[in-house]
């Protein structure tokens, strides 16, 4: 049965900043995603701490917010059959030193903090992302 499905992808200022969205945006259209929609902004901090909220207890969440909000990002939805696991799939382990070859994470990521791209990681985060960035 098909399972389309919506997922909430994040180009970050690192990838953003080495001219990578194109690349990027290539390896999904390859692997059969559509993307439904995107632009190009910049979050402020108390935006990006809204956003990884459920990060809050960790002691990487103010560096990793700090950065979020650093410089510009591309945020996208992709659709896709099973968009979400497809979509982690694609990107990789967070720390571009465990990623598989071939995916995005292995192929850009600079360390696990900049490791290039967010997607979301289930159906219920999914929506709540994809409202965060374009609830109109
Ligand atoms: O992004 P992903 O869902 O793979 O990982 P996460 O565990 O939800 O963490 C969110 C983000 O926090 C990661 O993508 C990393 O950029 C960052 N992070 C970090 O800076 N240091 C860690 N030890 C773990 C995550
Ligand atoms: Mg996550």
Do not use: W
Not at 5 to 16: G, R, W
Not at 24 to 47: A, D, P, R, T, Y
């Amino acid at each position: 049965m098909n399972n389309i499905e919506q997922t909430l992808s994040i180009v970050k200022p690192d990838a953003v900043e080495r001219n990578l969205e194109g690349k990027i945006k290539e390896m999904f259209l390859n692997n059969g995603f559509k993307i439904v929609q995107e632009k190009k902004i910049q979050i402020e901090k108390h935006e990006a701490e809204k956003f990884y909220k459920v990060h809050e207890i960790k002691p990487f969440y103010n560096d990793l917010c700090a950065y979020l909000s650093s410089g510009p990002i591309v945020v996208m939805i992709l659709e896709k059959e099973n968009a979400i696991v497809a979509n982690r799939e694609l990107m990789g382990s967070t720390n571009p030193k465990d990623a598989a070859e071939g995916t995005i994470r292995k192929k850009f990521g600079i360390s696990i903090d900049k490791n290039s791209v967010h997607g979301s990681d289930s159906v219920e985060n999914a929506k709540i992302e994809i409202d965060f960035f374009f609830k109109s």
